[in-house]
């Protein structure tokens, strides 16, 4: 799942690096839409590839977030026809942390097996 979702932000980061690539989109949903579905969407995918308790897993899955979001970010910086902002890293941040604690909260309520729940620990 990590594979993917770094397929998919690697696709986002391309596609919003071609001029005025983003505009067109805009036309169809804004910034804060945009950037709340994907990186919630990459939450998920990140989250669901990870192992450990429910909470470590949404860490895990908010901190690769914050760490794409701010390259994501940061490579529109010196796009002379983008601006990178803390706001929308923030709306990326934010969008994972509800997504994270949604699935945390799934995967406590749903059963599941004790294999893809946590990790076993192994013998030393």
Do not use: N
């Not at 989250?47 to 450990?52: D, I, K, Y």
């Not at 890293?89 to 995967?107: E, H, K, N, P, Y």
């Amino acid at each position: 799942m990590h594979a993917v979702a770094l397929l998919i932000f690697t696709c986002i980061v391309i596609a919003g690096s071609v001029p005025g690539a983003r505009a067109e989109v805009g036309e169809f949903a804004s910034g804060l839409v945009l950037h709340s579905l994907a990186y919630a969407a990459l939450a998920t995918l990140w989250f669901l590839g990870s192992t450990g308790s429910g909470l470590q897993r949404a860490l895990k899955a908010v901190l690769a977030i914050a760490l794409m979001g701010a390259f994501d970010e940061s490579v529109q910086h010196f796009l002379p026809y983008r601006s990178g902002t803390v706001h929308d890293w923030l709306v990326d941040v934010s969008a994972a942390t509800v997504a994270a604690i949604l699935l945390t909260a799934l995967l406590a309520r749903v059963p599941m097996p004790h294999a893809v729940r946590a990790a076993p620990e192994r013998a030393r």
